[in-house]
């Protein structure tokens, strides 16, 4: 397959055309993806219609690149605005296709096609991971098992000539990726886990059936809860419940539930560690519900600790579909390739003036980008940057 005989009959670069086509075609399928998978909408059925109207799209209104432009990002029918997004995926799909066919076409055909599949995975996952600061597990875990198949069937891939070897090396790193990262998020989780909201004086917060509700903002529980051990805490607060007002008292939330306890009232003058052994002999009010359940818990304070994602599990299981195609070296090289790109991301953002791009951008498309650079010149980087 990879021979000059097979290949040899059309030029070359009629095969550079025919892989930016058709990477400019499966990038029209990855916008399926993007809008569909995080809605849970099936990628087949139905076909491809306006998302505004609903009109289905005809195939001679959805040809990559042309139809974006030639309708100027509107809808033929209700000329509602089409988001670019569509256009510069198509392109960047073309794009990569095209990359890798120049790349490694020329000596192994078989190699540039697994590679071209794995680039197209990387940017179904980046628009995805934008759009909804999610990665969907068929992206992830899909990936991570498409890797070990190619790993068989093409184990050049994998550096090696060997089925067996290439599926251990796709195993190793699938292992090597979600291990490493997932230390790295538990000592995230340790380190930053917790952030602490202090107020110039005390604000009313509503620990709700639902949700947390601040004066200015709100927040559902299971956007704030993830973890067994997560808790939102009021440490020290005024707390009014529908049947009585404690002055003092301690309130959390966790996914197990809602708990108010009641902390012994210091006295004037006496010490902090009497007062505490005084109030360990009371009969200290406490209450425990499920997060559902009544009643409403008014808490006053000035501390609110909620608990932070440093990153999310979605990027562990990216990792081991990314470490299943590109090997343990391929792993290691995009988590710390990955920080380099995020921090220089960071630095062009506060240099821009923008520092809020840097914290809109979750770290999905750093492992996208360490990954596919990985591919073109990891091997080299690697070996320049031990070397130095």
Known sequence: MGSEAAWGRMPFHFWSVTAFVVGCVTGSFLNVCIHRLPRGESIVSPPSHCPHCGRRIPWHLNLPLISWLALRGHCAWCRAPISPRYFVVELITGLAFLGVWLR????????????????????????????????????????????????????????????????????????????????????????????????????????????????EESAAYEDLLYRGNDRIRAP????????????????????????????????????????????????????????????LIWARCKELILPREVMGLGDVKFLAAIGAFTGWQGALFAIMASALIGSAAGLAAVALGRRQWSAQIPYGPYLAAAAALWIFAGPQIAARWLGM
Do not use: N
Request: proline share 5%; aromatic share 10%; glycine share 12%.
């Open 104 to 215: 490694f076409g020329a000596a192994d055909p078989a190699a540039a096609a697994v590679w071209a599949v794995f680039l197209a995975g990387l940017i179904a996952a980046t628009f995805i991971d934008v759009e909804h600061f999610i990665i969907p597990d068929r992206i992830t875990l899909g990936g991570a098992a498409a890797g070990f198949l190619f790993s068989f069937f093409v184990p050049a891939v994998q550096g090696t000539s060997s089925s067996v070897e290439a599926m251990t090396r796709s195993l190793v790193g699938a292992a090597a990726g979600a291990g490493s990262l997932y230390l790295v998020l538990r000592g995230g989780k340790l380190l930053f886990g917790r952030k602490r909201l202090r107020f110039e004086a005390p604000l009313w917060i509503l620990f709700g059936r639902r949700g947390l509700h601040l004066p």
């Open 236 to 295: 020290e607060a005024q707390v009014e419940l529908e049947d009585r007002c404690l002055l003092r008292a301690e309130v959390r939330a966790g996914l197990k539930g809602k708990e108010v306890r009641e902390l012994p009232s210091f006295p004037q003058g006496g010490s902090e560690a009497s007062s505490a052994s005084a109030g360990r002999e009371e009969a200290l009010f406490a209450l425990r519900l499920r997060l559902e359940e009544g009643p």
